[in-house]
Nanobody
Framework: QAHLVESGGGLVQAGGSLRLACTSS????????MGWFRQAPGKERDIVAA????????YYVDSVKGRFTISRDNAKNTVYLQMDSLKAGDTAVYYC???????????????????WGQGTQVTVSE
């Protein structure tokens, strides 16, 4: 079982950067595929970026390609989301999630993830 805790959210001006971190308790972090999702008010929770267990396969939703980078440090049980060139449309609560599914793939659906963090607010002002 994994307990996930996000950090790094906040208020930033458009064009700025933030780095989110998600740290997992437990000893099996390195076996989990990880994902970052976001949910804006009145909208569904959508995938932003995902990484397989090793970090050599990643996925990005089109709207963040070239601006966001997912990375992981398995020795620190932590996955990161570096967010650059932020836009007002990136404003949302950001959640990290862990998927214990076997294999080396990346996962993009919420039902493919078992463990979720509590979320961290990211607000981008114009």
């Amino acid at each position: 079982q994994a307990h996930l805790v996000e950090s790094g959210g906040g208020l930033v001006q458009a064009g700025g950067s933030l780095r989110l971190a998600c740290t997992s308790s437990g000893r099996t972090f390195s076996t989990y595929a990880m994902g970052w999702f976001r949910q804006a008010p009145g909208k569904e929770r959508d995938i932003v970026a995902a990484s397989n267990w090793f970090g050599d396969k990643t996925y990005y939703v089109d709207s963040v390609k070239g601006r966001f980078t997912i990375s992981r440090d398995n020795a620190k049980n932590t996955v990161y989301l570096q967010m650059d060139s932020l836009k007002a449309g990136d404003t949302a609560v950001y959640y990290c999630a862990a998927s214990p599914y076997a294999g080396s793939g990346v996962y993009t659906r919420t039902d493919e993830y078992t463990y979720w963090g509590q979320g961290t607010q990211v607000t981008v002002s114009e």
